[in-house]
T-cell receptor, first 120, second 111 residues
Framework: EAGVTQFPSHSVIEKGQTVTLRCDPI?????LYWYRRVMGKEIKFLLH????????ESGMPNNRFLAERTGGTYSTLKVQPAELEDSGVYFC??????????????????FGPGTRLTVL | LAKTTQPISMDSYEGQEVNITCSHN???????ITWYQQFPSQGPRFIIQ???TKVTNEVASLFIPADRKSSTLSLPRVSLSDTAVYYC????????????FGAGTTVTVRA
């Protein structure tokens, strides 16, 4: 079974440009999450989708970030315009819905390899 | 979310057992303890989860004392490929879907 995939693996852009990151979750996983680690900091939660709906986007840093999950399959995270402080590694994760019918934090999340974003 | 404290780094040699202790003094009654492993240039990977006493799987063992204020991840007979960052996470399974990663423990295994 294929794991979570992310594209591209690396992206180098200039400040002010736009970048779109893509995540393909494990087939059948309704829950999709975005996290990121900026330089020297810890991995932080950005947002959570249940199917195509945004369940929680409290971790999104500002309105330059837009995440979508059309059709409840793959997801994109767009940064427009990119700023220097957006540099870091962006991780996507997916999980099944727990027995309670909603996402459990500790219903194992499967992470992709990440996209390393460098803004110059 | 309960705050966790774990050592920043640990060194070991191949074949040794590595024990990483995580403190979580404010753990709530419905909180579980979960450990993730992260290799360089990869995303975190779930290793083990437990609520109390001892849990063992093919990768590691997790020891949780009765007061649950700490837990110990035990990696038996480590190899070079076990060099990674290990994260201790604490939270409820019912409503906390955000994983909260701390700094983790960087384990370096030497030949």
């Amino acid at each position: 079974e294929a794991g979570v995939t992310q594209f591209p693996s690396h992206s180098v852009i200039e400040k002010g440009q736009t970048v779109t990151l893509r995540c393909d979750p494990i087939s059948g996983h309704d829950n999709l999450y975005w996290y990121r680690r900026v330089m020297g900091k810890e991995i932080k939660f950005l947002l959570h989708f249940v199917k195509e709906s945004k369940q929680d986007e409290s971790g999104m840093p500002n309105n330059r970030f837009l995440a979508e999950r059309t059709g409840g399959t793959y997801s994109t995270l767009k940064v427009q315009p990119a700023e220097l402080e957006d540099s870091g590694v962006y991780f996507c994760a997916s999980s099944q819905t727990g027995t309670s019918g909603r996402a459990d934090a500790y219903n194992e999340q499967f992470f992709g390899p990440g996209t390393r974003l460098t803004v110059l | 979310l309960a705050k966790t404290t774990q050592p920043i780094s640990m060194d070991s040699y191949e074949g040794q057992e590595v024990n990483i202790t995580c403190s979580h003094n404010n753990i709530a009654t419905n909180d579980y303890i979960t450990w993730y492993q992260q290799f360089p240039s990869q995303g975190p990977r779930f290793i083990i989860q437990g609520y109390k006493t001892k849990v063992t799987n093919e990768v590691a063992s997790l020891f949780i004392p009765a007061d649950r204020k700490s837990s110990t991840l035990s990696l038996p007979r480590v190899s070079l490929s076990d060099t990674a960052v290990y994260y201790c996470l604490v939270g409820g399974r019912s409503n906390d879907y955000k994983l909260s990663f701390g700094a983790g423990t960087t384990v370096t295994v030497r030949a």
